[in-house]
């Protein structure tokens, strides 16, 4: 897919929205990637993340990992196209941990996935599960790079869209110097 085509999608599934957002990272921002409401369509799902599963095909991959809660639906269709097995981690006191009986192996081949990366630190602590487990990154997978190129890995990365989006600190935030409310879409509390 295209970056336009795959915009247009999250625009015509009201994925892509404009305001004032506060994003999971504590940035504030004019623009938002509410991954579930295009990934609630299985054949969305399934489209965008077939290219994510093209690109880590050939790398025999054990298991997909994502962070729940934009991870979830990320990695099981991911793991359903390359045939692998899919968990998600969990932030418990902060951190994120493995439950529900999930487990990384020694030795198992991991791709982590994420619907959208602009900080990196969720994908970063998916990153440290597996390699505290031992075993073997292989990649890193995104519905959305809006990092603007911050979030580098020692890994293969790839993102089904680039998109530079403006973030700003909130003591330099523009919308709130113009007193634009704040909406706070993310599923993860500021700490």
Partial sequence: MTREEVLDLFKATGAFLEGHFLLTSGLHSPHYFQCAKVLQYPQHAQTLCWEIAYNFMTEK???????????IIVAQEVARLIHARAIFAEREEGKMTLRRGFEIKGGERVLAVEDVVTTGGSINEIIGLAH?????????????????????????????????????APENCPLCQQGIPIVKPGSRKIT
Wanted: net charge neutral; proline share 4%; glycine share 12%.
């Fill in 132 to 168: 505290r487990a031992g075993a073997t990154l292989v990649g890193v997978g995104f519905l959305v790079d809006r990092s603007q190129q911050r979030v580098q890995f020692d890994v293969p990365k790839f993102a089904v869209m680039t998109m530079d989006v403006v973030t700003y």
């Fill in 61 to 71: 991959v054990d298991v997909v990992i994502g962070p729940a809660l934009g991870g």
